[in-house]
């Protein structure tokens, strides 16, 4: 499926135009229309609509080869590498949620033991 289905796919699925989509984008109608329908959208734009949309990214990319997203990889080392890249982008923005997570729990702890502290103080 493209893109330019994808979007519209989702569109009607939140009951919103693509007029709205312009506008929450703040591009032209004819520009968006055409990196969407010849998926050459600019990464800012994709960056903005994924946003606006709330849809994952990867929703663009399944299926596709990463070759032909990031160019001609001439080497199999260097298509491997282009390979593991979201997965790599994706495992650090999850760690990385984990050890917020991980850290608000630790501050609500601590907390909590300095509140049962006071209490046997009092």
């Known amino acids: 499926m493209g893109f330019k289905a994808l979007v519209d796919a989702e569109l009607q699925r939140q009951g919103k135009t ?3 989509l312009v506008q929450q984008l703040d591009v032209s109608t004819d520009g968006l229309k055409a990196g969407l329908d010849n998926e050459t959208i600019k990464l800012r734009d994709l960056k903005k609509l994924i946003s ?3 849809m994952p990214i990867n929703t663009f990319f399944e299926g596709a080869s990463f070759q032909s997203i990031r160019g001609d990889g001439n ?4 298509h491997s590498n282009i390979a593991a890249e979201p997965e790599i982008k994706y495992r ?12 608000s729990q630790l501050e609500d702890k601590e907390r909590i033991i300095s509140l049962l ?3 046997r103080v009092k």
């Open 18 to 20: 693509f007029k709205w």
């Open 117 to 119: 502290s006071e209490k």
């Open 75 to 78: 080497t199999q080392a260097n």
């Open 52 to 54: 606006v949309l709330n």
């Open 92 to 103: 650090v923005v999850s760690l990385e949620e984990k050890v917020k997570l991980l850290e």
